[in-house]
């Protein structure tokens, strides 16, 4: 059917995997292709609404850069899919601190460029807003019609919840601390080596005060195990410092976006700080 519609107009632009990678392959392969100025994402079941599409767009003309859908009206079952995902959307809000009722609604529209600087991987397609806030982008939730599912079967549920959790976690690094690792894995080597250094002195006062046996201590053991413990999270943010260092660089990213520039001629802006145009 696709090979069809491509064969009768050549706006229909097809890209087909060798097998089936999955979800955020699929958006992160048709994003890196598109070449217009705005991208829309929509899922292929006929349960979002393409009538809401120009809304969407005339709500990126106010001035937003990427518009997701809230299906409000969910037609779906409540137990195994609209109840995890109102569990999974409230956890996800208040452990990133972006607010969303739906982050699960498949229906975006988002520039192009900004769309484009986004790396998505496992199944990181449904944590695209926050991803693109994180980037500066400003972002905005819209109702958006839903319908029952007529074709197909899906194939998320409660399953997928341990899924969520860990793509939430890499999330909540990526946002806060993936341009400096130290914050995070240094202050746990610092509370590491507070903990060890106050069961130290507690293990020479017992020793000193009472006489009991250090060897038999279990604060002294308690005092070695947060010694590695610390200098192994010093370390781990030292290698954390130099990975982002090194993915910033390879990818030729900053790690700052810039929406804009006044009075600037376009060959005397470093090419990479230069906002990409999409073609």
């Known amino acids: 059917a696709l090979a069809r519609l491509a064969a009768d107009d050549p706006h229909v632009k097809v890209i087909e995997f060798r097998r ?41 003309d106010e001035g937003y850069d990427l518009v997701h859908g809230w299906r409000k009206n969910r037609q779906d079952a409540f137990l195994n899919r609209k109840l995890p995902s109102k569990i999974a959307n409230w956890i996800i809000s208040k452990v990133t601190g972006f607010p969303v009722h739906d982050l699960g609604c498949s229906l975006k529209a988002i520039r192009t460029e900004i769309a484009q600087e986004l790396q998505l991987y496992g199944e990181m397609h449904r944590f695209i807003p926050i991803l693109a806030h994180w980037r500066g982008a400003r972002c905005v939730e819209v109702v958006t019609n839903h319908h029952a599912r007529r074709f197909g079967k899906s194939k998320y549920g409660i399953s997928r919840t341990t899924r969520v959790i860990l793509d939430l ?4 690094y990526f946002i806060h601390y993936v341009h400096s690792p130290m914050k995070l894995f240094g202050m746990i080597g610092l509370v590491c080596g507070a903990v060890g250094a106050l069961s130290c002195a507690a293990t020479i006062g017992m020793k000193l005060a009472n006489g009991v046996d250090m060897t038999g201590n279990p604060l002294l053991l308690l005092t070695v195990l947060s010694a590695m413990l610390c200098a192994q999270f010093l370390f781990l943010g030292m290698l954390g410092e130099l990975c982002s260092r090194i993915f910033f660089e390879v990818r030729g990213m900053p790690n700052y976006a810039i929406r804009k520039t006044l009075n600037f001629d376009e060959p005397s802006i470093p090419a990479f700080t230069a906002q990409r145009r999409a073609a």
Do not use: C, F
Not at 169 to 172: C, G
């Open 169 to 172: 976690l890499t999330v909540k």
């Open 20 to 60: 089936n990678y999955g979800q955020t392959a699929a958006m992160q392969a048709g994003i890196q292709a598109a070449s217009h100025d705005v991208t829309v994402l929509l899922d292929g079941d006929l349960q979002n609404d393409p009538t809401d599409i120009p809304m969407m767009l005339d709500k990126l």
